[in-house]
């Protein structure tokens, strides 16, 4: 008779790679990493997994759009947009003298 041996035996660990800690870095570092080492675990269950990917990718979404600089129209908010006292007048150009 023939026995089958399970994949995974119980008790048996992830490499080190593959712990929580460096999964975590990963996705400290960046969004790829940590995804491909959270699925590359063995262990958690699809639907964690897929829970754990969408959270992740939530914090990063939210993370980027607050970030983001506001967009205004600068002519408007800036001191020197055309409403501007201008502190100089301006001086106009003849290019030759006025004859007498």
Aim: glycine share 6%; hydrophobic share 50%; charged share 15%.
């Amino acid at each position: 008779m023939s026995e089958t041996v399970p994949v995974r035996a119980r008790g048996a660990r992830n490499p080190w790679w593959l712990s929580w800690p460096v999964i975590v870095v990963g996705f400290m570092l960046c969004l790829l990493p940590g995804l491909i080492l959270l699925w590359l675990r063995r262990g958690p269950r699809l639907i964690a997994k897929v829970i754990a990917t969408a959270v992740v990718i939530a914090f990063y979404a939210l993370a980027a759009v607050a970030g983001a600089p506001e967009r205004t129209n600068p002519a408007l908010t800036s001191p020197a947009g055309p409403s501007a006292p201008r502190l100089r007048p301006r001086r106009r150009h003849r290019p030759y003298p006025r004859a007498a």
